[in-house]
């Protein structure tokens, strides 16, 4: 099926050079959005943006560290100069340290994880709403997790990150519904990208047994998120606002 739900519309992607934000700007370009990709890693910028424009699309690298405020409030000065608007933002840039405890987490991971997670999803809707308003509406998506609706041992700054997302998520909706804006996230199981790899690197074992707790036997693959992210933004979700969608293959309904 060929549709263009997303023709003249704007769309913001971070994390867009791997993964899950990948495969999201690489839909959205599919379907006729201008993509612009913010993320560090330029090589992978560019290859992204390539095979966009190699499908007939648009799409544009904007060298973004969610971690400095000023690296964002770059990202949109560059968007507000190249475009003068911005319809969609799917704010993913995420990182996750190895599996810690919460006595023995360090402040060098807290702040990683926090900044990247939490303070750069933050920080890019205070810039992404007004931009949304003054368009007269828009959609906002967040990537939380599986580990942003419960917890696992070890796993307690990343799933406190994933936590806060849905916390900001629910209130700038409320915030915002008036103005048309729908503020929704993404809730993603375990999707086969290089971040959950770190959990089975040194024991493959691992990546079996997490594939028995998933109801549907299996890791997802970006491209099952994607659609969901798409279908979020699109006219299909219009009166869906200030919700998460968990994707994870049934993983998590058991308690
Ligand atoms: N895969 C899973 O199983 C899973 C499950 C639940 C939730 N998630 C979430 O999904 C999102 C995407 O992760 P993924 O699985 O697709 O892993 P990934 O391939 O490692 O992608 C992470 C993306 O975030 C970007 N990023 C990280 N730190 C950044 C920073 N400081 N500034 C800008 N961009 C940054 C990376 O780009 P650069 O390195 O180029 O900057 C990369 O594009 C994350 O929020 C993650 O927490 C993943």
Redesign the pocket.
């Known amino acids: 099926m060929n549709t263009r739900r997303f023709e003249d519309k704007v769309v913001l992607v971070?994390?867009?050079?791997?993964?899950?934000?990948?495969a999201t700007a690489l839909a959205f370009g599919k379907e006729g959005a201008t993509v612009v990709i913010?993320?560090?890693?330029e090589n992978?910028?560019a290859e992204v943006v390539d095979e966009i424009k190699k499908a007939g699309g648009e799409a544009v690298f904007i060298k973004?560290?969610?971690?400095l405020p000023d690296s964002i409030e770059n990202l949109f000065k560059e968007i507000s100069g190249r475009y003068g608007r911005l319809n969609y933002a799917f704010n993913?840039?995420?990182?996750?340290v190895s599996q810690r405890r919460t006595a023995k987490t360090t402040m060098d991971e807290w702040n990683l994880v926090m900044n990247?997670?939490l303070r750069?999803v933050w920080l890019c809707m205070k810039y992404e709403i007004p931009l949304l308003v003054k368009q007269g509406g828009g959609a906002i998506v967040n990537?939380?997790?599986?580990?942003g609706l419960r917890s696992d041992d070890g796993a307690s700054l990343?799933s406190a990150s994933?936590h806060a997302i849905l916390g900001l998520t629910k209130a700038a909706a409320l915030e915002v519904a008036h103005r048309k804006v729908r503020v929704n996230a993404v809730?993603?199981?375990?999707?086969?990208?290089?971040?959950?790899e770190k959990l089975w690197e040194d024991d493959p074992t691992v990546r079996d047994a997490i594939i028995q707790a998933i109801p549907l036997r299996r890791?997802?693959k970006?491209e099952e998120?994607s659609g969901a992210v798409l279908w979020l933004c699109s006219d299909a979700a219009s009166f869906m606002t200030g919700k998460e969608m968990a994707i994870g293959g049934g993983h998590g309904i058991r308690p």
């Open positions: 971070t994390g867009g050079t791997s993964g899950i934000g990948r913010a993320a560090r890693r992978l910028g973004t560290d969610v971690t993913n840039a995420g990182t996750s990247t997670n750069g990537t939380s997790s599986i580990l990343y994933k809730c993603p199981g375990f999707i086969e990208t290089a971040m959950p890791l997802g970006p998120i």
